[in-house]
DNA sequence: AACGGCAGCAACCGCCTTTCG
DNA sequence: ACGAAAGGCGGTTGCTGCCGT
């Protein structure tokens, strides 16, 4: 049988990416109201969405003050030496990093950072036994960065709300030529290492 | 020109911690 | 002092677009 909670008002829960009608009613709703007490703001605002799904949304995509956009080296070099300390500590990472979420930077360790440790690895006969730290993570230097592009495809899809009035924290993306941002990355390695 | 595989990102899930009644 | 609910966090998944064959 199907259990239903029977809340009188069952609301059909909605997942999956949010639309463009959905960020405008939330960043209306907490222009208004303030953020915060997210299971009632999510039904007042009248979303169907959960509190924690309209959390993460603002906290990671709509919030003024987001960043988004390429990691510039200074950033990528802060997520390796606070990683190396702290391990996946993602939220606390960034903290030091203004603007940056703390999924933004667990997504770009793993997809960026990780990947080059493994490959990394393979390089130089990486065997099992990290002599240094081996409790956490791994690190250990570089190898290919050719196809690197920082800047990639920024954003696609529907991008932030361009309407936002404190549109400062949306750096239009135009990777175009800003790809000087050649990040010696093998530097940036190097200097892990020595830790 | 079409297909398959890969990479990157947004969002979800479940667990743990904190706060409130 | 205890229990319930909400918030916060990290891991994981699914989708989309891009690149190579």
Same mark, same amino acid.
């Given at each position: 049988?199907?259990?239903?909670?029977?809340?009188?008002?069952?609301?059909?829960?909605?997942?999956?990416?949010?639309?463009?009608?959905?960020?405008?009613?939330?960043?209306?709703?907490?222009?208004?109201?303030?953020?915060?007490?997210?299971?009632?703001?999510?039904?007042?605002?009248?979303?169907?969405?959960?509190?924690?799904?309209?959390?993460?949304?603002?906290?990671?995509?709509?919030?003024?003050?987001?960043?988004?956009?390429?990691?510039?080296?200074?950033?990528?070099?802060?997520?390796? =030496?606070?990683?190396?300390? @702290?391990?996946? $500590?993602?939220? &606390?990472?960034? /903290?030091?990093?203004?603007?940056? #979420?703390?999924? =933004?930077?667990?997504?770009? @360790?793993?997809? $960026?950072?990780? &990947?080059?440790? /493994?490959?990394?690895?393979?390089? #130089?006969?990486?065997?099992?036994?990290?002599?240094?730290?081996?409790?956490?993570?791994?690190?250990?230097?570089?190898?290919?960065?050719?196809?690197?592009?920082?800047?990639?495809?920024?954003?696609?899809?529907?991008?932030?709300?361009?309407?936002?009035?404190?549109?400062?924290?949306?750096?239009?993306?135009?990777?175009?030529?800003?790809?000087?941002?050649?990040?010696?990355?093998?530097?940036?390695?190097?200097?892990?290492?020595?830790?």
């Amino acid at each position: 049988m199907d259990k239903k909670p029977c809340k009188s008002q069952d609301v059909e829960v909605r997942k999956g990416p949010w639309t463009m009608e959905e960020d405008l009613i939330l960043m209306n709703y907490i222009a208004n109201h303030g953020e915060g007490v997210w299971n009632s703001l999510a039904r007042s605002a009248g979303l169907k969405r959960t509190g924690k799904s309209c959390r993460l949304r603002w906290l990671n995509y709509l919030r003024p003050d987001v960043r988004r956009g390429n990691i510039t080296p200074e950033e990528q070099l802060l997520i390796m =030496e606070l990683h190396a300390k @702290w391990g996946n $500590r993602w939220s &606390k990472i960034a /903290k030091h990093l203004p603007g940056r #979420t703390d999924n =933004e930077i667990k997504n770009y @360790w793993r997809t $960026r950072i990780q &990947k080059h440790i /493994k490959q990394a690895e393979n390089f #130089t006969g990486q065997t099992a036994d990290h002599q240094h730290h081996h409790h956490n993570n791994d690190q250990a230097s570089t190898s290919q960065l050719s196809s690197c592009g920082p800047a990639d495809h920024a954003v696609e899809s529907y991008s932030p709300p361009s309407f936002n009035p404190n549109m400062e924290a949306f750096q239009g993306p135009f990777p175009t030529e800003s790809n000087d941002n050649f990040w010696s990355m093998e530097d940036l390695w190097s200097m892990q290492l020595l830790n």
